[in-house]
Structures are given as structure tokens and as C-alpha cells.
């Protein structure tokens, strides 16, 4: 069944390539993000989703020739490098806005369509670095993690019309994220340690999963009658953190982060 598919983020990245996977394959996209994007197979609707003003525009604009809204991918956001005590007010806000407060427009703006056709799945894109703090990433990683709290608040909420919601974790992907970060200012304290951290990061990047990768895992998700709160899909090295994490100490984890990083 061919269904009604609304993605935000999709200017470039894994956003663009889940529009495109899509629309290929039948079903009728809407991507949302700031610039408009020309495609053959996906209709691009220029929307700041931090605007609620704007994102209540675009649902309106799609459900004039839409009858139902199916699925939501929550796929904007963007990163944040630098230490925490070197992070600004203005920086923090700007990124939660867009991480947090964007998402949360987003679902609320298809939640009555979803709710009157009782029917809706909604994924969240959030990042494994959500389930433990980064070096450099904290803030970002605080983000991601604050949206999957709110995921799992909302499943409660939602179920009883049918409507799945869900943290989809990723690992590194293969996209230009680097090139849109917040990169606070480094200050001298750090530099040393942040430029070593920093090129390991952009290097995982630069190894990671293709985006196309992140396509199918979503396909084989959005046929799912039942979802858990959280999946999670990277490079087995990246995954394998999450459980760690559970069940070793603090302390015996954080040494193992610290080789991770290069920190020791």
C-alpha cells in the first residue's frame, strides 16, 4: 500500500536519500527543510520546522491533496562540537530548538490527521552518542537524548489510536553532517585534546554507513505492525556501546570510551 510519507531534513544527507528511496518506490513524499530541493520523486516544501508558524503551513498545504498522513520521519538536526564549559547560552538553545523543539512541532502538526485516520507511525531520528555522553558532543548528545525521552513519553500517550512512535538510533553515517555543526569556540585548556578527538570524529564519519543502508533498515521498520521504543543500526564497534553501558561500572565503561576517543 503505497502510503503518505512527510520527511524533515531532506535538503541533503540521509534526509534526501530516504525522500528519493521512497518516492521510488510509489509512495507520496513531502520533504521539508529550509531551502527547497529539486527532485523527481519527492515534493520539496521549503519549511524552517523551528517556526511553528511555518510548519503548521506546510501540514496545511499537504492535507489540501492529501487525505491522510501515514508516516513521519523526524530526520532534522545537527551536531555540536566543543567543550561544555566553552559552550554558549545561545548555542545550547539553537541546537535544542532544532533537535528537540522541531521534532516535537513536527509530530504535534500530524498528530490529529494521524489520530482521526487512527492509523500513523512516527520515527525520530536520534544517534546512538544519545545513550551516553561524548567527549566534545555532550550538548548534542543531551539533544538526541532528551528527544528519545520524550519518544518514549509519547508512546504511552498515542497507542490508543494505533499510532507507533519510535527512537531510531544511528551510528555514523556517511554524509556532510561535519560541514553543518555548531563548533563552539575551543579554548586554550582544550585545544590539544579537542583537535585529536575531533579529527577521530570526522574520520568515523567518513567511514560510516551509507545513507542508502539507513533506507532499507527504515523500509523494513515502517512493515512492522509493532515497534520498540528503540532501534538501533551503525557499525557493530558503535552498537556494541549501548549494552556496555548497561552492565559494566562507570568507571571500567569510561576508560573504555576513553581508548575509543584516543583520550588515553
Given at each position: 500500500?503505497?502510503?503518505?510519507?512527510?520527511?524533515?531534513?531532506?535538503?541533503?544527507?540521509?534526509?534526501?536519500?530516504?525522500?528519493?528511496?521512497?518516492?521510488?518506490?510509489?509512495?507520496?513524499?513531502?520533504?521539508?527543510?529550509?531551502?527547497f530541493t529539486e527532485?523527481?520523486?519527492?515534493?520539496?516544501?521549503?519549511?524552517?520546522?523551528?517556526?511553528?508558524?511555518?510548519?503548521?503551513?506546510?501540514?496545511?498545504?499537504?492535507?489540501?491533496?492529501?487525505?491522510?498522513?501515514?508516516?513521519?520521519?523526524?530526520?532534522?538536526?545537527?551536531?555540536?562540537?566543543?567543550?561544555?564549559?566553552?559552550?554558549?547560552?545561545?548555542?545550547?538553545?539553537?541546537?535544542?530548538?532544532?533537535?528537540?523543539?522541531?521534532?516535537?512541532?513536527?509530530?504535534?502538526?500530524?498528530?490529529?490527521?494521524?489520530?482521526?485516520?487512527?492509523?500513523?507511525?512516527?520515527?525520530?531520528v536520534s544517534s546512538?552518542?544519545?545513550?551516553?555522553?561524548?567527549?566534545?558532543?555532550?550538548?548534542?548528545?543531551?539533544?538526541?537524548?532528551?528527544?528519545?525521552?520524550?519518544?518514549?513519553?509519547?508512546?504511552?500517550?498515542?497507542?490508543?489510536?494505533?499510532?507507533?512512535?519510535?527512537?531510531?538510533?544511528?551510528?555514523?553515517?556517511?554524509?556532510?553532517?561535519?560541514?553543518?555543526?555548531?563548533?563552539?569556540?575551543?579554548?586554550?585548556?582544550?585545544?590539544?585534546?579537542?583537535?585529536?578527538?575531533?579529527?577521530?570524529?570526522?574520520?568515523?564519519?567518513?567511514?560510516?554507513?551509507?545513507?542508502?543502508?539507513?533506507?532499507?533498515?527504515?523500509?523494513?521498520?515502517?512493515?512492522?505492525?509493532?515497534?520498540?521504543?528503540?532501534?538501533?543500526?551503525?557499525?557493530?564497534?558503535?552498537?556494541?556501546?549501548?549494552?556496555?553501558?548497561w552492565i559494566l561500572?562507570?568507571?571500567?565503561?569510561?576508560?573504555?570510551?576513553?581508548?575509543?576517543?584516543?583520550?588515553?
Open positions: 500500500m503505497n502510503k503518505t510519507i512527510i520527511i524533515t531534513g531532506t535538503s541533503s544527507g540521509i534526509g534526501f536519500v530516504l525522500a528519493e528511496y521512497f518516492g521510488k518506490k510509489g509512495h507520496k513524499v513531502y520533504g521539508l527543510s529550509r531551502k527532485s523527481t520523486y519527492f515534493q520539496s516544501i521549503p519549511t524552517d520546522i523551528t517556526d511553528n508558524d511555518a510548519v503548521q503551513k506546510a501540514i496545511s498545504e499537504i492535507l489540501r491533496t492529501e487525505t491522510k498522513i501515514d508516516v513521519l520521519i523526524n530526520n532534522a538536526g545537527m551536531g555540536m562540537v566543543g567543550a561544555v564549559e566553552d559552550s554558549s547560552k545561545e548555542d545550547i538553545l539553537k541546537l535544542f530548538n532544532l533537535n528537540l523543539v522541531g521534532a516535537v512541532q513536527m509530530m504535534s502538526a500530524v498528530m490529529p490527521k494521524m489520530r482521526e485516520n487512527k492509523f500513523g507511525q512516527i520515527i525520530n546512538i552518542g544519545s545513550e551516553m555522553g561524548l567527549p566534545f558532543r555532550g550538548f548534542y548528545s543531551a539533544s538526541k537524548s532528551a528527544l528519545d525521552k520524550v519518544t518514549e513519553a509519547m508512546r504511552y500517550e498515542v497507542y490508543p489510536w494505533n499510532i507507533n512512535v519510535c527512537s531510531l538510533h544511528l551510528g555514523d553515517i556517511k554524509t556532510n553532517i561535519a560541514e553543518n555543526r555548531v563548533r563552539t569556540k575551543v579554548s586554550e585548556p582544550y585545544k590539544n585534546v579537542f583537535d585529536k578527538v575531533y579529527a577521530l570524529m570526522n574520520s568515523h564519519v567518513g567511514e560510516g554507513t551509507e545513507p542508502l543502508e539507513v533506507a532499507e533498515y527504515v523500509d523494513a521498520l515502517l512493515s512492522k505492525n509493532k515497534w520498540k521504543a528503540h532501534y538501533y543500526f551503525g557499525k557493530f564497534g558503535q552498537k556494541i556501546g549501548v549494552p556496555l553501558k561500572p562507570q568507571r571500567t565503561y569510561e576508560n573504555l570510551m576513553k581508548k575509543y576517543n584516543k583520550l588515553a
